[in-house]
């Protein structure tokens, strides 16, 4: 099974130039590894336009960072997965933890994971706890964001769906971050197909689990390697080309 390795840019390039430098780069290694490796660079919405449908990027997809759930209308400032669909996106992160730290609640995020399907891209929600405690209270925080991030999304759905495991307090950009061992993502991606079960009362669903948080040329192989885990969502190491390659080398 072929890993799926997300570059996810945030806003960390702003020129037009280095949009289309970097996407070239990753481009290149989207090609080299494309075997083993799907790649989705996931630019600012404004660079959109530069790097997908555009063949020079090939085999490389580009996502979106965020979507809207209205389709079209009086939404200033939104971005409809129509208008994404029509520049070629099959991909848009969903709920990422920057994006719950300013107000997105996960009913926001299911509606957002229903807009992304009818419109034909693939939604990849992010949840993941903000701290751990001894108690597993970080269990029913992850529990209920799924919930609720997926509330009234019909079972059928779910083929098109993948969920980044992103614990907060694993993210590079969290001050004192620390790493997560294998075990970790191991029993929370067991966790999430358990709650998953639940929820749709069928034992094995065929939902993707990604791990994100600190991925580095370092971890990346014991993290790609962990049963239930799919791929892996990059933030920071993928701003470079020699660290993402590290990367998407040994996945
Ligand atoms: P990081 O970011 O790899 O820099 O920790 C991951 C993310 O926030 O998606």
């Known amino acids: 099974m072929k890993k799926y390795i997300i570059a996810n840019w945030k806003m960390n390039v702003n020129a037009r130039k280095e949009a289309v430098k970097l996407g070239l780069a ?54 409809s997965p129509l208008a994404l669909k029509d520049f070629g996106i099959k ?76 614990p907060v307090w694993a993210i590079s950009s969290t001050q004192n971050a620390a790493e997560a061992t294998p075990e970790d993502i191991r029993e929370m991606a067991l966790f999430i197909q358990k709650v998953l079960s639940d929820m749709y009362g069928t034992p094995k669903l065929p939902v993707r689990i990604l791990y994100g948080g600190s991925v580095n040329t370092q971890n990346a192989a014991e993290y790609s390697n962990i049963e239930g885990i799919s791929g892996l969502l990059v933030g920071s190491a993928s701003l470079n080309p020699k660290s993402f390659e590290g990367i998407v080398a040994v996945v």
């Open 91 to 166: 991909f848009s992160l969903i709920g990422h933890s920057e994006r719950r730290a300013v107000g997105e609640t996960s009913a926001v995020c299911a509606l957002k994971v229903r807009a992304a399907i009818a419109a034909g891209i693939q939604p990849i929600l992010c949840i993941g706890e903000l701290a751990r405690d001894k108690k597993g209270g970080h269990y029913r925080f992850v529990e209920k964001q799924l919930r609720e991030s997926l509330s009234g999304i019909p079972v059928l759905a779910l083929r098109a769906l993948m969920i980044a495991y992103e």
């Open 26 to 79: 990753t481009a290149r290694l989207a090609q080299k590894y494309k075997k083993r490796t799907t790649i989705i660079a996931c630019p600012s919405t404004v660079h959109i336009s530069l790097l997908a449908k555009n063949t020079d990027y090939a085999p490389l997809f580009i996502g979106a960072q965020d979507i809207t759930f209205h389709e079209s209308g009086a939404h200033t400032g939104e971005t």
